[in-house]
């Protein structure tokens, strides 16, 4: 009976070892295929107001603080990341006190399809789905536009953390 419990014991922490071996924490950079990256310039055929190039700023700034790997010209990269915001959407998620027909807040999202091609043509990923939200309250002047303006950087920043991290995470 204590040889089936010693077996029985040693085969789960055997499992249990083998199965943790290669987990890894969302955004920790694997053995890349590449060491260098094009950031193609963001298209955006969504109704984000002057999106794009806040988000290509953002995932270059992103990708330049991974070390193994550096922004590079297209010439030059191993890689080539194109990027097109697909859709950006408003949804009120909080009322005024004093008028509940008037929003006092609303997560606004934006979502980017990236796709992700080594220099020789190969495909790492195809229209990858890549989403970030962030809250924006509309203050006591009621202003949405001004708000949101403000906060287009915050949101792209936080978009391109995430594809910076579907790009070093790749599986």
């Not at 107001?49 to 995932?59: C, E, K, S, Y």
């Not at 509940?100 to 229209?127: E, H």
Request: with cysteine; proline share 5%.
């Amino acid at each position: 009976m204590r040889n089936i419990f010693a077996i029985i014991a040693a085969a789960c922490l055997a499992a249990a070892f083998s199965g943790c071996s290669n987990y890894r924490l969302a955004g920790t950079a694997t053995n890349l295929p590449f060491s260098s990256v094009y950031v193609q310039p963001v298209r955006n055929v969504s109704f984000a107001p002057q999106a794009a190039p806040i988000l290509t700023n953002a995932i270059s700034k992103a990708l330049m603080q991974v070390p193994d790997l550096r922004v590079a010209y297209q010439s030059e990269a191993q890689a080539v990341l194109s990027t097109t915001i697909v859709d950006y959407e408003k949804v009120p998620i909080a009322t005024k006190e004093r008028d509940t027909a008037l929003a006092a807040s609303y997560r606004i999202t934006a979502t980017a399809s990236c796709t992700l091609m080594r220099s020789n043509g190969q495909v790492v990923f195809k229209d990858r789905p890549v989403r970030a939200f962030i809250t924006v309250y509309t203050g006591a002047n009621d202003n949405l536009i001004s708000n949101e303006y403000e906060s287009m950087p915050v949101l792209m920043r936080e978009l391109g953390d995430k594809i910076k991290d579907a790009v070093i995470g790749i599986w």
